[in-house]
């Protein structure tokens, strides 16, 4: 089955600056990789994805980058805001989403 | 609905009693799907059913978990003789068809168990 690792398990940033996690999958097969926002006593929610058949997306501040040949992506924050803060999930596909084991980023004013 | 919906949000129960759990998907999504997140952790995968069959039970962690879905729509996560390990949020979601497809899937609030 797939193997997703993330890195880092937290990550503390000054508001406005940048942040960055990364992630890597096992079955180059896979061709989806959603990324996912949990606030606290939330469920996940859904910021952004990106297919295998593109090399990055944006939506506003936020990006997503994947390299299929080195089977990693990764998830770029820009200006962070306090708001930002909360644990980001990546995740490749089966027929079930595998996630990583969650990103814990506090943005600090 | 307009969402995936659980219930209870809340549960406190005794160790050894038995607790269910729903969850009604987003209407028309044929995939579901229950993780269990301890406390700080990841998300843990459960169980999968695509319309009513569960092809995938392999993460459900002993014999006193089960889950059954009916109708193509609303599921329930039972646990037996519960024990304080179980403590945890218990996560539906659901997806129009598996995401293997490259579905996307979306999650309910949860079901916060606590076993006392």
């Known amino acids: 089955g797939e193997n997703v690792e993330q890195h880092p398990s937290t990550l503390s940033v000054q508001e406005g600056d940048s942040a960055v996690i990364k992630c890597t999958y096992s079955?180059?097969?896979?061709?989806?990789f959603p990324w996912y926002k949990q606030e606290l006593g939330k469920g996940p929610q859904l910021i952004i994805d990106?297919?295998?058949?593109?090399g990055e997306k944006k939506d506003q501040r936020i990006a997503v980058t994947l390299n299929k040949t080195a089977k990693h992506f990764s998830l770029h924050i820009t200006e962070t805001q306090p708001e930002d803060s909360a644990v980001y999930f990546c995740a490749a596909p089966s027929y079930a989403l595998n996630f990583g084991k969650g990103t814990s980023l506090l943005v600090t004013p | 609905g307009a969402g995936v919906s659980q219930s209870p949000s809340n549960k406190v129960t005794e160790k050894g009693k038995d607790v269910e759990l729903r969850c009604d998907p987003i209407?028309?999504?044929?995939?579901l799907y229950w993780y269990r997140q301890s406390l700080g952790q990841g998300l843990e995968f459960l169980i999968y059913?695509?319309?009513?069959?569960?092809?995938?039970k392999s993460g459900l962690p002993s014999d006193r978990f089960s889950a059954e879905r009916t109708g193509g729509s609303v599921s329930t996560l039972t646990i037996q003789r519960t024990q304080q390990e179980d403590s945890a949020v218990y996560l539906c979601a659901s997806s129009l068809v598996d995401t293997g497809s490259g579905n996307t899937i979306y999650f309910g609030e949860g079901s916060w168990l606590t076993v006392v």
């Open positions: 079955d180059s097969a896979s061709n989806y």
């Open positions: 059913f695509q319309g009513n069959s569960a092809p995938d």
């Open positions: 209407s028309g999504h044929t995939a």
């Open positions: 990106i297919r295998s058949n593109v």
